[in-house]
């Protein structure tokens, strides 16, 4: 959650969490590599907070909704916030009026399965290594839709 070196000031990182059950060896806690804040609802367990690494800012939100914590970061002068997150969040960022662009990042490898939330079956790979590695793609419009043509 970093621009890996490409931006001369580090961005604020956000980490949104309802319960706190965050990893304890994530990268996340390094606030050397960018400036941290750690945002949580009102019914987090508070005495996790004991158990989390040391260095991020805490923030208790008075909700668990997206709007809740835009309002909170923009008191702290926060103007631009780039969502980073799985398929709950943003939609509910979404349904909350909170985004205003979305850009979709399509990684050039196929997984498939239920969890990846793909049109294809499970093809039973273990980690992202054994993925199908795409040669090529194309995007043409075809009346109201994308076409992905994708070549193994």
Known sequence: MTSRGLSDVEPLRVVFSKSLDLPKNAQLWNTNQ???????????????????????????LSSDRSISLLDSLGKLGCNKVLWECGPKLATRALKENCVQEIIVFIAPKLLGGVSAMT??????????????????FSIDMKSDDFAWRLLL
Do not use: H, M, V, W
Request: charged share 30%; aromatic share 6%; glycine share 6%.
């Open 119 to 136: 049109p294809l079956e499970d093809f039973g790979l273990k980690n992202i290594d054994n993925a199908y590695i795409l040669q090529s």
């Open 34 to 60: 960018a400036k941290t804040l750690i945002a949580y609802g009102p019914d987090a367990d508070e005495s996790i907070l004991k158990e989390i690494p040391k260095g991020p800012e805490r923030l208790k």
